[in-house]
């Protein structure tokens, strides 16, 4: 069983940068796609940015290409999402989910584990 712990979220302005951080314990880290999904009320939960176990492949929402970059680091278990150029539409609680395997699947319902969240506002 693998555990998620968010954090990194906060109040930023509009133009601003955040850097999320998803801890993993409980698993081989580097055999999972890590992935970034956000999820705004009374909505699903969408796809952001997705990372292979050896960190050779990513995969970004368009309307975050350019701004977002997804990372890993497998010695610390640690995916990240570095943020910039922040826009108040970027505002929503973001979670990091993994799955095994290689492919970088941008549905919900294709990862296993999930963390809590992290809830990012960015104010114009």
């Known amino acids: 069983q693998v555990q998620l712990v968010e954090s990194g979220g906060g109040l930023v302005q509009a133009g601003g940068s955040l850097r999320l951080s998803c801890a993993a314990s409980?698993?081989?880290?580097?055999?999972?796609?890590m992935g970034w999904f956000r999820q705004t009320p009374g909505k699903e939960r969408d796809f952001v940015a997705a990372?292979?176990?050896?960190?050779?492949?990513?995969n970004y929402l368009d309307s975050v290409k350019g701004r977002f970059t997804i990372s890993r680091d497998n010695a610390k278990n640690t995916a990240y999402l570095q943020m910039n150029s922040l826009k108040p539409e970027d505002t929503a609680v973001y979670y990091c989910?993994?799955?095994?395997?290689?492919?970088?699947?941008?549905?919900?319902?294709?990862?296993?584990?999930w963390g809590q969240g992290t809830r990012v506002t960015v104010s114009s």
């Open positions: 989910a993994a799955r095994d395997g290689t492919v970088l699947f941008t549905t919900y319902g294709q990862y296993d584990y």
């Open positions: 409980g698993g081989t880290f580097s055999r999972y796609v």
């Open positions: 990372i292979t176990g050896s960190g050779g492949n990513r």
